[in-house]
């Protein structure tokens, strides 16, 4: 791995995620509410109407605020929306709501034809260098290419001597060796090198880079990291580093956020969020980090169960689910009993999960998105009485053979109602993204709720 520079001084967040008074000459960007939708269409008969079938929301109330010169790292799981956020930041994505603040204008606001020229200042990189460069093209030409549509050159001889600049400045030399070259005639390594030589060639203020060395061999990752810093050094770049590689965020980035179902979770120093992980989801991803030592056993705690689906989100914060700590107001809803009870069921030996299951006249009432008021049937041959006893029984196992279920914690009533059984929730609480006492870090947990913060 490269070593990371030292670098400036960060600026200290106040309790809205911006910059203090003193350091707010250095923000470059400001991010408020971030919002990205994406509508859904159902079926045929949807998709010949129009109707949209709910939307998935990849980024969903994002608050960032990225300081010149610093290198922001976006770190989740698949599906976290950090690639979507990444993108957004410089308009390849329109934002469904909320603001992106650069240079005094809301690129969130902006039609394409304002948004074009500022592209300049703001590049991207590419997870897969070998489908960023057009097949078709020599390098000279792939590299070149934003000269010629920014207007930066008066003539050939400018354009090949800031080709042959570029080049040089990303290792390729000597450049006369790569110009006339295909991107097919070069290694994933090179090809990557190309793709940073087109990045800063138009010399942008940011650079967003996704996952730019998850498709390179190992040997060659370190190399790329270090050439990305050196440009950042060179250049007075700003970086968004996307990527689900904690090592190379670590020693890479400056400032973490780590992401889950299009929030920012957790955000801070790079050493103190690694050090002293403040949510359940980062100790989460902290512990599935390989050990490279065989002999040494290290514990796992990894969360239960799948990243949920984006489309119908859980209520109140979006890991509750998966979480072992939870607290009542996390966000319990009738979903989450169903789930339960699968997992649950999937122990059983045959006959008694029919028995168990039997209680229940209609499972997938429990299906249903937001519901925290429920009203479940008795099965056939059963009465609301034996389906509440066996509510009240496994609440009672959980306590004793399960302390650590922290699903008991959400319900507030079960009870008989008319023949059926009604099971009630704690009222969903929304974690908002708050400081954290005597750290510079900001997480939005229950466990660190306005109290404590």
């Known amino acids: 791995m490269p070593t990371k520079p030292d670098t400036e001084s960060v600026a200290v967040l106040d309790a809205d995620g911006g910059a203090g008074d003193g350091a707010r000459q250095d923000v470059l960007m400001e991010v408020r509410d971030l919002q990205v939708h994406f509508g859904m269409r159902g079926g045929a008969l949807a998709r010949l109407t129009g109707r949209k079938k709910g939307a998935v929301k990849a980024v969903d109330g994002v608050d960032l605020t990225l300081r010149k010169g610093e290198v922001l790292g976006l770190v989740g799981e698949s599906g976290s929306g950090k690639t979507t956020l990444g993108r957004t930041l410089l308009g390849l994505n329109r934002a469904t709501g909320g603001s992106i603040t650069y240079r005094g204008q809301d690129l969130a606001q902006l039609r394409e034809g304002r948004l074009r020229p500022m592209r300049r200042m703001l590049q991207m990189v590419f997870q897969d260098p070998h489908a960023s460069l057009n097949p078709a093209m020599t390098i000279r030409t792939a590299v070149g290419h934003p000269l010629r549509i920014h207007g930066l050159v008066k003539d050939d001889d400018e354009y090949d001597a800031k080709v042959t600049d570029a080049l040089e400045r990303v290792g390729l030399t000597p450049p006369e060796r790569f110009l006339d070259k295909f991107p097919a005639d070069l290694s994933g390594g090179q090809k990557q090198r190309a793709v940073l030589a087109r990045a800063i060639i138009a010399d942008p203020e940011l650079l967003v880079a996704d996952e730019p060395i998850s498709m390179l061999d190992m040997s060659v990752r370190a190399k790329i990291l270090q050439l990305m810093l050196d440009l950042k050094r060179d250049l007075d770049l700003t970086y968004v580093y996307v990527t689900h590689d904690l090592a190379s965020a670590k020693f890479f980035c400056d400032t973490i956020a780590i992401m889950y179902l299009g929030r920012i979770v957790e955000i801070g120093p790079t050493d103190q969020v690694f050090s002293d992980p403040k949510h359940p989801y980062t100790k989460a991803l902290l512990a599935a980090i390989p050990e490279p030592d065989p002999h040494r056993g290290v514990p796992r705690d990894l969360p239960r169960g799948e990243v949920p689906d984006a489309a119908q989100p859980p209520l109140g914060c979006s890991f509750h689910p998966r979480c072992p700590v939870a607290l009542a107001g996390c966000g319990w809803e009738a979903r989450d009993l169903r789930a339960l009870l699968e997992r649950r069921w999937l122990d059983l030996p045959p006959q008694e999960y029919a028995r168990e299951k039997g209680l229940i006249g209609n499972l997938d009432v429990l299906s249903a998105p937001r519901l925290t008021t429920v009203a479940l049937a008795p099965g056939k041959g059963h009465d609301s009485a034996e389906l509440v006893e066996y509510l009240r029984q496994l609440r009672e196992e959980a306590s004793e053979t399960e302390p650590r279920e922290p699903f008991w914690r959400g319900v507030t009533t079960m009870r008989e109602d008319g023949g059926q059984v009604v ?23 229950h466990l660190y709720g306005e109290s404590q913060a």
Do not use: Q, T, Y
């Open 423 to 445: 099971v009630e929730f704690a009222a969903p609480a929304d974690p908002k993204l708050l400081p954290v006492v005597d750290s510079d870090v900001r997480v939005a947990c």
